[in-house]
């Protein structure tokens, strides 16, 4: 899926992430997105939400808060 992963990132204008975990290809395409200059926007989680953890962490690095 790596591969599909870098075709998508290049292939995109902005990429919108719903959920992101730790050593995903999520995170490969997200790497990806930023290398090649492709805006990032990661949909933020609850505070107390533990699997929304790795998201919120990513916003303000990589990416910025998808606001709904």
Same mark, same amino acid.
């Given at each position: ?11 995109? *204008?902005? $990429? ?12 490969? &395409?997200?790497?990806?997105? =930023? ?5 990032? *926007?990661? $949909? ?12 919120? &962490?990513?916003?303000?690095? =990589? ?6």
């Amino acid at each position: 899926f790596l591969e599909r992963n870098r075709i998508v990132a290049k292939l995109c *204008d902005e $990429l919108m992430v719903v959920q992101v975990e730790d050593k995903s290809g999520t995170l490969s &395409t997200i790497n990806r997105a =930023v290398k090649y200059g492709v805006p990032v *926007d990661i $949909l933020p989680y609850r505070i107390t939400d533990e699997e929304g953890k790795f998201s919120n &962490t990513l916003i303000g690095t =990589v990416g910025k808060c998808l606001k709904i």
